[in-house]
């Protein structure tokens, strides 16, 4: 995506939606309606065009009216249809790119958009004239609150107007649904201009957006039922009102079973790659495979003549330096460079011991305790080697471990010594009982298992960052945790990686005390600004 292609496709994107909006006005105009005012709207601070229609209820005929509302949506369809003859006429350029979204993509969002019924948009207007019901909201709304209090307060109020009964259904079953899906539409756009805009005036716009179109409603509502409280009186369906309400109220006290799901990687026991410290001829062989070392035991001695031609030259370098430096008191012209010959001999010297030290590595030791069980093949003395070539695996006699990743929220769930069975993703894979040995206090900043990740079609959110690192979205932290009773059945650890999670029944918790907790944190982590 180029620049000029975002541009071509805003650009006819505005031009799509002039020409929705002149779809609704033409065929008004056509009926001889008067159209008062066309332009521009700000829907929380997002442009919208809008076309006054208002006087389409002055036409008798329903196909008048369903004329006006499908205008826009018409128009954009045949716009559609144009651009994609378009699409497949131009060549491959950033035009071609932004007509294809006007073919493809733009005109699926004006149709799941305006043929929504629950918002004033086409598709409201449209179910208005299906039904035969002008002024639908208002009317659905009045239906939905007089039904609401007779259910919930027992007020034998009459209906707010006569109509069959399966026409007060449906307006009644509208207004539930229409107030359902805005609350949470409502709270979506809340908490989206929240994150949008700079956090002060994201905070102004959330508080506007939850105080305005979702608790004002609510207050005006309850400010009916104050006013009418002399006319509620006890009876079966306040105390079944009182007793709805106060049910999910018990519940969030009541203390839940925690089950706790974590995603994990079971890991072979700890093992090291045996390499030689640099190319050479093996000398001597110390073992065999299925030997057991400890830390430090000889494994092998590797020779390097070039080594010992190397350490050879610098010895004798070494050697004349030490002769020149003994003679510079007697010699004036030696006496003149004594700077330049101290670094040259600084130099030998270091170059000399480097090479002894390579030297003191040609006998290979093992680095940590356990049992050899790999050794290249054919390897014996006089085989030539070099350092990319693999001489031995030494596994530890170590149980299986499992690393497991869980949430902040959800870290004060765990306890030191906390039992729980790993279960694999691979169904013929057995289970594994697991005692949680350690929890690293640090947060996870980068992954080191990418068969978790997101990026690599695991269960936790993470992103690919500079140097190829994975990084997680989620505050992640690290458990570690060991097979109870040892298990050491596993032949080669560097082929067994298996991903699968960890289940621990951690007691129970309070969810008003969860949901307290989630508050704080949230508070807390944007308090900042």
Do not use: C
Not at 296 to 310: E, H, I
Not at 442 to 466: I, K, W
């Amino acid at each position: 995506t180029t620049p000029t292609g975002l541009g071509l496709f805003f650009g006819f994107l505005g031009f799509s939606k002039m020409l929705h909006e002149l779809g609704h006005a033409y065929p008004a105009k056509h009926h001889g309606l008067n159209i008062p005012t066309m332009g521009v709207a700000f829907l929380v601070l997002w442009p919208v065009l809008f076309t006054d229609t208002t006087e389409a209820w002055k036409l008798r005929f329903r196909r008048q009216r369903l004329a006006i509302v499908i205008g826009g949506l018409t128009v954009e369809l045949a716009l559609a249809l144009f651009a994609t003859l378009l699409w497949s006429l131009l060549p491959d350029s950033p035009l071609r790119g932004a007509v294809f979204m006007l073919a493809a993509v733009t005109w699926i969002g004006s149709l799941a958009i305006n043929l929504n019924p629950f918002m004033r948009f086409d598709g409201y207007y449209l179910l208005s004239d299906l039904w035969n019901v002008p002024n639908l909201e208002g009317r659905a709304f009045a239906m939905g609150r007089w039904r609401m209090r007779a259910f919930l307060w027992g007020l034998d109020d009459p209906p707010p107007e006569k109509m069959p009964d399966r026409q007060r259904r449906r307006l009644i079953l509208y207004a539930y649904f229409t107030w359902t899906y805005r609350f949470f539409l409502f709270l979506g756009i809340a908490l989206l201009v929240y994150h949008f805009f700079f956090k002060l005036l994201g905070l102004f716009l959330f508080v506007v957006e939850i105080v305005w179109f979702i608790l004002r409603p609510i207050k005006n509502e309850m400010n009916v039922w104050i006013k009418r409280r002399k006319d509620i009186v006890m009876n079966w369906r306040i105390a079944r009102t009182l007793l709805l309400a106060m049910l999910p109220l018990g519940l969030l006290f009541l203390p839940v079973p925690i089950s706790l799901h974590l995603p994990s990687v079971l890991k072979g026991a700890d093992f090291s790659r045996v390499f030689p410290p640099l190319a050479g001829r093996i000398e001597q062989v110390f073992v065999e495979r299925g030997d057991r070392v400890n830390v430090g035991d000889p494994l092998f001695q590797v020779a390097s003549p070039d080594l010992t031609q190397r350490i050879t030259e610098a010895k004798q370098k070494l050697n004349v330096l030490e002769l020149q430096k003994k003679r510079q008191s007697g010699n004036d012209r030696l006496r003149q460079r004594q700077e330049v010959l101290e670094s040259q001999y600084l130099e030998a010297r270091v170059r000399y011991r480097g090479l002894v030290h390579q030297e003191s590595r040609q006998r290979i030791v093992s680095p940590i305790q356990g049992t050899v069980t790999e050794l290249m093949e054919n390897i014996r003395p006089g085989r030539w080697v070099n350092e990319t070539q693999v001489l031995a695996l030494v596994v530890s006699t170590g149980a299986l471990r499992v690393d497991a990743y869980i949430t902040e929220e959800k870290l004060r769930y765990t306890a030191s010594h906390m039992t729980g069975q790993f279960i694999s993703d691979i169904p013929e894979s057995p289970s594994y009982p697991v005692r949680l040995v350690a929890i690293n206090p640090a947060r996870v900043a980068v992954m080191e298992d990418p068969y978790l990740t997101s990026p690599y079609g695991g269960p936790l959110m993470s992103r690919l960052a500079e140097g190829e690192q994975i990084v997680p979205e989620d505050a992640l932290y690290r458990l570690h945790w060991r097979v109870t009773p040892p298990d050491t059945g596993i032949r080669d650890p560097l082929r067994h990686i298996e991903v699968g999670e960890v289940h621990v029944h951690s007691g129970a918790s309070v969810r008003i005390l969860d949901f307290l907790n989630y508050v704080f944190a949230v508070l807390i982590r944007e308090s900042g600004f």
